[in-house]
T-cell receptor
């Protein structure tokens, strides 16, 4: 069974600094997708960034980028120039490719951006 | 752009009552997923539908049932409610396109069982 592990329950960062959230996963599949979702206090689940396992290039979305290490089954999220609005719960999630299956989430990392 | 719509946004029920949660996916999306997020927990997959047929089942209690209708909206029916059913229930929708596996979440329905 696939599992997603986020080893940092809570993190904090000063505004304008950079922070990296860790995520590891376990799967025997070769085709899959990885995601980072943000859940602010409003509880809305917002997709931050997506990575296809077959792509070697790390995904980037403005201030958000990932470090995808397929062999190590690692998928970390880097947030640059942190803003107060980045304060949220961040979930790493996995989906098996080709099956249109459900998302499997990690336990989440609570990120606080301090002014 | 249109998003996933869930209703109601908040629901308060008593133990042993029933509840119906509704989800309206993004237009032209053919797949709907239901997730349950307990307090301080990560979302857990309940059930999904593709083209009005159940496609996958997760940790959904037997007291719960769901279906997807001809207009692609979905309803999650919950009976004999228990205190432990208090949670945020998300619906997500996606379009089954090869190479794209992106689920868009609705705002959630917060169910409180007293």
């Amino acid at each position: 069974a696939q599992t997603v592990t986020q080893s940092q329950p809570e993190m904090s960062v000063q505004e304008a600094e950079t922070v990296t959230l860790s995520c590891t996963y376990d799967t025997s599949e070769n085709n899959y997708y990885l995601f980072w979702y943000k859940q602010p206090p409003s509880r809305q689940m917002i997709l931050v960034i997506r990575q296809e396992a077959y792509k070697q290039q790390n995904a980037t979305e403005n201030r958000f980028s990932v470090n995808f290490q397929k062999a190590a089954k690692s998928f970390s999220l880097k947030i640059s120039d942190s803003q107060l609005g980045d304060t949220a719960m961040y979930f790493c999630a996995f989906i098996e490719g080709g099956s249109q299956g459900n998302l499997i989430f990690g336990k989440g990392t609570k990120l606080s951006v301090k002014p | 752009a249109a998003g996933v719509i869930q209703s109601p946004r908040h629901l308060i029920k008593e133990k042993r009552e029933t509840a119906t949660l509704k989800c309206y996916p993004i237009p032209r999306h053919d797949t709907v997923y239901w997730y349950q997020q307990g307090p301080g927990q990560d979302p857990q997959f309940l059930i999904s539908f593709y083209e009005k047929m159940q496609s996958d089942k997760g940790s959904i209690p037997d007291r719960f049932s769901a279906q997807q209708f001809s207009d692609y909206h979905s309803e999650l029916n919950m009976s004999s409610l228990e205190l432990g059913d208090s949670a945020l229930y998300f619906c997500a929708s996606s379009l089954k396109v090869v190479g794209v596996e992106e689920q868009y979440f609705g705002p959630g329905t917060r169910l409180t069982v007293t």
